[in-house]
């Protein structure tokens, strides 16, 4: 039994780990949390760069485009200097609770709390 561990289980234990930590170390990691597209009511959108006005969308095609949004914000390790962001989302989710999301060109603002992006994005710009 020793041997089957050793000689096939701990290689393939062993390269998962490495191969996780090898893409987290790539792409960064992904935003915990996000809302399912199934959960969410209605979306608001406010662009300070653009207007002050708040876009409101209720179709499934748009909330479900930006739910998927959120997968392009994988983070990285650290905290950055706080700016302010350009755009903030608010998702309603149909049990009555609100989850905001504020970004700027490399900061995302996930629970109040800034997170460094991996990679700079000109999503919001």
């Given amino acids: 039994m020793k041997k089957i561990i050793k000689q096939y289980i701990l ?3 062993l390269s998962m ?3 996780s930590i090898g893409f987290f170390w790539l792409y960064g ?3 915990i949390g996000q809302p399912e597209k199934e959960d969410v009511s209605y979306i608001e959108i ?3 760069n653009l207007t002050d006005d708040i876009r409101t969308f209720t179709e499934y095609e748009d909330i479900e485009k930006a739910v998927n949004m959120l997968s392009f914000l994988n983070n990285q390790l650290g905290i950055l200097e706080q700016e302010a962001p350009f755009i903030t989302i608010t998702y309603h989710l149909k049990n009555g609770e609100k989850v905001d999301i504020s970004a ?3 900061t995302v603002y996930w629970e109040a709390k800034p997170i460094p992006l991996k990679t700079i994005t000109e999503l919001f710009l």
């Fill in 17 to 19: 780990v490495f191969v």
């Fill in 11 to 13: 290689p393939v234990v």
């Fill in 29 to 31: 990691i992904p935003l």
């Fill in 46 to 48: 406010a662009d300070t």
């Fill in 104 to 106: 700027n060109k490399d």
